[in-house]
């Protein structure tokens, strides 16, 4: 009710950009309430206040004090890289559910409205991309050498690719679903971001073609933003996207909370038909075959997998030497147990409870099912390191190296953690 009477009240406002400084105050005031929610005035005091102090001491030493020695073996690319997560997000248009009925046969109004949103969500992007630039400068300059035409210009590029993308995966967004966003969304974002970064380590010193490549970045942004103002049918699209901004903040903070719903699907992307994945036909061949398929279609452990295989990758790249085998040998054996306590779990759900298995069998159907599970991640983890090693003979070595790694971690941890 109250929601209702502050739209109903919104809407009478003498003139559009009074409408637009109401909905602006109004989002703060929907933000800080989020915040205020999960934590008060002792949470900033003894977290956020001593948390700032700790940067800023630790920021004065990057530029007074020698540099930490893991600053040198780190690529220029990864600080373009770090730039071009802060261009990602979509745009916020202050868009309400009402204005379906109330400001659409007054279209300066909402233009207005829209242009302001856009404005707002740029300057905000603005805004983070340069306080993310700031606190890289001292690596730029210390551990780089890059002078300030050559830092100011890249900085110059940065806002204007973060501001191309964020139009360009707005529109993608507000206008496409399913697998044809996912698509889009290559040329609208990740397309630009790789140009940018490419851009960014390979002309780190000529602050010319940075400025350049700015330019280009500025004239699609210019044009986009003329293609949005002009957009047309979208307006469903343009509050769902809106709501999902307005909704980020408490989305944060529920993640640890509340579990995301997953949409009904009758049948699974992954292993449509349900062939056995084992030629053997024996009671713990199935059951290692269902916990194989179990675990792939589960979106949350198949998610967990990718993202520590990929973090385990790169840490196995940037090591320096034959660190790279360590890491990669302990990589292996922490996969390796989570895998064996996933079995755990799913060889104790109710369902695999009801079926006639003693703890041998199942003892024996885990030690099936987990080298399956690890051999992947095992295979990766040794081409990241025997590949930068060797070179060409690494593509000969990295299979019987992780095939033997992975078994030899899967056999140690199902026969010490699985009962028999």
Known sequence: MNTMMENQAGYD?????????RRLARHWKEQWGIIRTAADWTVFLY???????????YYYGFWNEPLPKWTMLLPY??????????????ILLLLHEGDLLFLRQRKEWLRTVIRGGIEY????????????????????????????????????????????VKLLAHMVRVQKQGWRRWLWMLLASWLPCGLFIRAAAAWSVHPALLLLAAAGYAVVAAAALRARLRLHGTFLGDVREDFKQR????????RGVIDKPRPTRHKPWIFRKSRPLLRSV????????????????????????????????IAILIVPGMLKWAVCIVLVLLMASWLVSYWK????????????????????????????????????????????????????????????????????????????
């Not at 992007?125 to 100011?152: E, N, Q």
């Not at 269902?290 to 385990?312: C, D, E, M, W």
């Open 282 to 313: 024996t009671p713990e061949s199935r059951l290692a075959d269902a916990s194989i398929k179990a675990f792939v279609r589960n979106p949350g452990h198949f998610k967990l997998y990718l993202q520590f295989t990929g973090v385990g990758a």
């Open 247 to 254: 909704m980020k903040i408490a989305g944060l903070l529920l």
């Open 47 to 57: 977290l956020i206040i001593p948390g700032a102090l700790l940067g800023g001491r």
């Open 77 to 90: 690319a990864l600080l373009p890289a770090l730039l071009a997560l802060l261009m990602q997000g979509g």
């Open 13 to 21: 406002t003498p003139s559009p950009r009074r409408l637009l400084q």
């Open 345 to 420: 779990v799913f060889s104790s759900e109710e369902f695999i409870a009801l079926l006639p298995f003693a703890k041998e069998r199942k003892a024996d159907a885990g030690s099936r099912a987990v080298p399956i599970l690890l051999l992947p991640f095992s295979l990766l983890c040794s081409a990241a390191a025997a590949i930068p090693l060797y070179g060409w003979w690494g593509l000969a070595v990295f299979i019987p190296a992780g095939a033997v790694i992975g078994i030899m971690a899967a056999r140690v941890f199902t026969a010490f953690r699985l009962a028999r």
């Open 121 to 164: 969500s740029l300057a905000v992007t603005a805004l983070k991309i340069t306080a993310g630039f700031l606190i890289l400068l001292p690596f730029l300059v210390r551990a780089y050498g890059l002078s300030g035409a050559d830092t100011g210009a890249l900085l110059a590029l940065s806002l204007c690719c973060g501001t191309c």
